[in-house]
């Protein structure tokens, strides 16, 4: 029994792989929920971790079902990493992280939430990834939650994270110069969905959302013809230029109300998702610069 125990190790050592190779194969996982917490958990951790989203592009998180391959994931998973706030529609990212027993990180963990009122509900609006300086709180948290997981790797990650929250310093600063090439009196964004609250309350913009703040029916979500009446009335009185319809929800009430109101439709915006890979807003700050981009070309035209 002895020898034969001997002859095991023996060969373990010819043929397995050492415990160098095998750590240096071997990745931790970071499985996210949405595609811009993706974005930022790669700037965090570079190739030191494989990070993986539950979502596509395009997919919207409000109204997300959890497939029994996400559950498969994060079994796998170091990690988890969500939005929070309730932008996981019935907190699917957080049940998914419990029922496998995983550590979750909520990125809006530490910030001040904007709030909305539905139906004479009060909640915390969970767009809050749409100003760059919320962003950095994102990475930030990211940060801290795989040096806990890694700690032997935390400078490393700390490094990434402080040269990312520079580039977003970068892109505030080109969103504001962008913006101030609209007048103030037109700084005026309908969308079809509450989203862009962040944004418009750090760059000087009132927005106006027909479907609520989400895209869902199970809180408060949808559209009336109250707030469509509201949404047509405003564009007019404020003789707003043009509307906008989103990437990841369905263009079509917008569209109607643009045509009811006059108005045309000023581009699609990246929303609460990011875009596909190869396109323009495959990362946040490509979508941040393209909406920019838009948004004060459609809303400063003569
Ligand atoms: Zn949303």
């Known amino acids: 029994m002895k020898r034969f125990a001997v002859v095991m190790v023996l060969l373990g050592m010819f043929v397995g792989p050492t415990k160098a190779q095998?750590?240096?194969?071997?990745?931790?996982?970071?499985?996210?929920?949405?595609?811009q917490v993706a974005d930022f958990a790669r700037q965090v951790v570079g190739d030191r971790w494989d990070v993986q989203c539950v979502l596509a592009a395009g997919q919207d998180p409000h109204v997300y079902e959890v497939k029994p391959g996400d559950a498969?994931?994060?079994?796998?998973?170091?990690?988890?990493?969500?939005?929070?706030?309730?932008?996981?529609?019935?907190?699917?990212?957080?049940?998914?992280?419990?029922?496998?027993?995983?550590?979750?990180?909520?990125?809006?963990?530490?910030?001040?939430?904007?709030?909305?009122?539905?139906?004479?509900?009060?909640?915390?609006?969970?767009?809050?990834?749409?100003?760059?300086?919320n962003a950095a709180v994102y990475v930030n948290n990211i940060a801290r939650g795989v040096s806990q997981i890694d700690p032997e790797h935390t400078?490393?990650?700390?490094?990434?994270?402080?040269f990312y929250v520079q580039q977003l310093r970068t892109l505030h600063v080109w969103i504001q110069k962008e913006v101030n090439t609209v007048p103030k009196t037109q700084r005026k964004l309908i969308t079809s969905h509450d989203a862009f609250n962040y944004f418009c309350s750090e760059y000087g913009f009132t927005s106006s959302a027909p479907a609520g703040w989400s895209t869902g029916d199970e809180v408060g979500g949808g559209i009336t013809a109250e707030r469509r009446q509201q949404s047509i009335k405003s564009i007019r009185d404020f003789g707003i230029k043009a509307i906008f319809v989103e990437t990841s929800t369905n263009p079509e009430m917008i569209r109607q109300i643009a045509a009811d109101a006059g108005v045309k439709i000023g581009g699609e915006l990246y929303a609460d998702s990011m875009g596909a890979p190869g396109t323009a807003g495959e990362s946040y700050i490509g979508m941040m610069?393209?909406?920019?981009?838009?948004?004060?070309?459609?809303?400063s035209a003569k």
């Open 289 to 299: 610069r393209e909406n920019v981009l838009k948004i004060t070309r459609a809303l």
């Open 22 to 35: 095998e750590k240096e194969e071997k990745k931790l996982l970071a499985i996210c929920s949405t595609t």
């Open 155 to 162: 400078d490393e990650y700390k490094a990434r994270a402080d």
């Open 72 to 133: 498969r994931l994060v079994a796998q998973a170091a990690i988890c990493l969500e939005n929070g706030w309730h932008l996981e529609g019935n907190e699917w990212m957080k049940t998914l992280a419990k029922d496998a027993g995983k550590p979750i990180v909520s990125c809006v963990t530490g910030l001040k939430p904007l709030e909305l009122v539905e139906d004479g509900e009060t909640i915390d609006d969970p767009h809050a990834w749409f100003s760059p300086k």
